[in-house]
């Protein structure tokens, strides 16, 4: 394996395909999970028998360590290489482990972002496969999404006895793919035999409350309860209407079946690898399924999972939102971040990166510092992973974990993208060694019983460190509304990931600000209320050069252009 990150000029899927994959058989073995509790999908996936994971209720879980990440820059963070190269050093170690994914979309793999299963040498496979149709996990999301879509229409073209307003039908349709085109809509065009037209539009399937609900059911039962509870539109005197008044939770559920048992894959060196459901990590919490994430914790001693952009969203939706609704209790967190990235929040513009600049370091170390400090709010321990560069220099890593010492944390190099989990096994001594020495003492940040209006501020105050959050008179009433019937719901917060502010070019740690509340959207079948504090894109475009006209079938029917 190469010696230094980032000098290997393989690309991603060169390195996948090169790889030996194990019979998924071996894998599951690994987790003392026999073949007859697997629905196999070829050779290397399978899904795990929701009957077989119905028993596994009375087992202890094992130890569930958070991965996230420091605010995203173009510079690259490596959130989930460091997720997978942990996982495959903690196994190297000798412990019992398994890693829990979020399975990608099609839009970003043929957008601009390229795949979503690791990097380099800590990657989970079968890389393809799981960049693209996978087991159909998504595409009986998007058939589900889309009948409830079809049923409204229907129900409105016969006769429309629930009274639903056309104008207030907030329920959209979805495709797991990037197209601008599809933003707004009018439907039912065409004449009197095709309905009532109205206007209409499409998000990206990731987007779909049917997705989030997905990741955080915990059973059959409760993903169709759940599904019912969706709201779909009002009535002219503003009266919610339910998916389970259109008698569509049975057939969405059925549609489900198959869908919600966690899929099995491995790594590179053979660690399982739960990857499994991937809701948008903004107007939704950003984390794999609850089915996967506690199955894993009752088949291994270390689960490695990951939340989505920085911690400032990802880890806070995680713990406000999945552990308060699973009832999962994490026992520690890792930050990951980049000496290329810090130096971006220290105000280097990207084309210089490659020069050292210690001062840059010492200024952009404010991002990671406040990740580590919100982290540590929630009672759960936390170490600092720096995903090394060939370019960081020995100043600049020393200026780094000096800084982590003075806050208390330590921040371990780790070369994982290069050399395996080989390169993350200081990590995993690190890792291991603060969960045995620092127990968590894990708490959500705010309690049920705090008003929405309450819960917002304590997110935007001790999170973004703003000075308050704002709303106009319209909001407020919204929030009035809400809290009648829906004030113990947590809040999942939509702004952008770039900064702690709502403001993308404001880097480092920000304070003072004040968060202005745009709009309110109930998720009630999810269980939670998104509050819209900035520019929401739930249906991406494609770019100019999208990564779609690179990526082709070569003449020995392998896929290329798929980094």
Not at 189 to 198: A, E, H, I, T, Y
Not at 263 to 292: K, R
Request: charged share 20%; glycine share 10%.
């Amino acid at each position: 394996m190469p010696a230094s990150q980032h000098q290997n000029p393989k690309q991603d899927i060169e390195i996948a395909r090169e790889a030996t994959m194990r019979p998924i058989q071996e894998v599951a073995a690994k987790l003392d999970l026999a073949y007859e509790n697997l629905l196999p999908y070829g050779h290397h996936k399978a899904k795990i028998s929701l009957d077989y994971i119905n028993g596994l209720k009375d087992r202890p879980n094992g130890k569930l360590i958070l991965v996230a990440g420091i605010n995203p820059t173009k510079a690259g963070e490596g959130k989930t290489t460091t997720t997978v190269g942990l996982g495959d050093a903690l196994s190297r170690i000798g412990k019992k482990t398994a890693i829990c994914l979020r399975e990608p979309s099609l839009g970003p793999c043929f957008g601009i972002k390229g795949g979503a299963a690791g990097g380099g040498y800590a990657q989970v496979i079968p890389m393809e496969d799981i960049n693209l149709h996978f087991t159909g996990d998504f595409h009986a999301i998007s058939a589900a999404h889309n009948l409830l879509s079809a049923m409204i229409d229907n129900h409105i073209y016969w006769g429309n006895n629930l009274g639903i307003d056309v104008r207030r039908v907030s329920w959209r349709r979805v495709v797991d793919m990037n197209d601008r085109a599809l933003r707004q809509i009018t439907n039912s065009l065409g004449g009197v035999g095709n309905g009532f037209p109205r206007s209409d539009g499409f998000d990206i399937t990731v987007a779909s409350e049917v997705m989030a609900i997905f990741c955080l059911a915990t059973s059959l039962d409760d993903l169709q309860q759940r599904l019912g509870n969706i709201v779909i539109g009002y009535t002219r005197d503003q009266q919610a209407i339910y998916a389970r008044e259109l008698n569509a939770e049975g057939a969405m559920t059925t549609l489900l079946k198959d869908a919600i048992q966690p899929n099995l894959v491995q790594t590179l060196e053979g660690t399982p690898a739960f990857v499994h459901g991937g809701p948008f990590a903004n107007i939704a919490h950003g984390c794999n399924s609850v089915l996967a994430t506690s199955t894993a914790l009752k088949l291994a001693d270390y689960v490695v999972t990951e939340a989505g952009f920085g911690a400032d969203l990802g880890a806070e939706k995680f713990f406000n939102i999945k552990m308060r609704k699973s009832g999962l209790k994490p026992s520690a967190a890792v930050i990951v971040g980049t000496i290329r990235a810090l130096k971006m929040h220290g105000g280097v513009a990207l084309d210089d990166l490659k020069k050292e600049n210690v001062e840059a370091v010492r200024k952009g170390f404010a991002n990671i510092s406040r990740h580590v400090t919100n982290t540590r709010k929630f009672g759960v321990p936390v170490i600092v992973a720096v995903n090394r560069f060939s370019a960081d220099t020995d100043a600049e890593i020393a200026m780094l974990q000096s800084l982590c010492e003075q806050i208390g944390a330590k921040a371990v190099m780790a070369d994982h993208w290069a050399m395996g989990g080989e390169g993350a096994e200081a990590l995993a001594h690190e890792v291991v060694a603060m969960i045995d020495n620092e127990p968590a003492k894990f708490k959500p940040l705010y309690s049920d019983d705090v008003s929405l209006w309450d819960k917002v501020k304590t997110v935007a105050k001790e999170i973004y460190a703003a000075d308050d959050i704002i709303a106009d008179k319209k909001i407020r009433e919204q929030f009035d509304t809400l809290q009648k019937d829906f004030g113990h719901l947590p809040v999942c917060i939509a702004k952008t990931p770039l900064s702690f502010s709502t403001d993308p070019n404001l880097y480092g740690a920000p304070s003072g600000h004040v968060v202005p509340i745009r709009e309110l959207r109930l998720s009630a079948g999810a269980g939670f209320i998104v509050v819209v504090c900035g520019d929401v894109m739930t249906m991406p475009g494609l770019p100019r050069v999208p990564t779609a006209e690179k990526i082709f079938v070569n003449k020995q029917g392998y896929i290329e252009g798929l980094f």
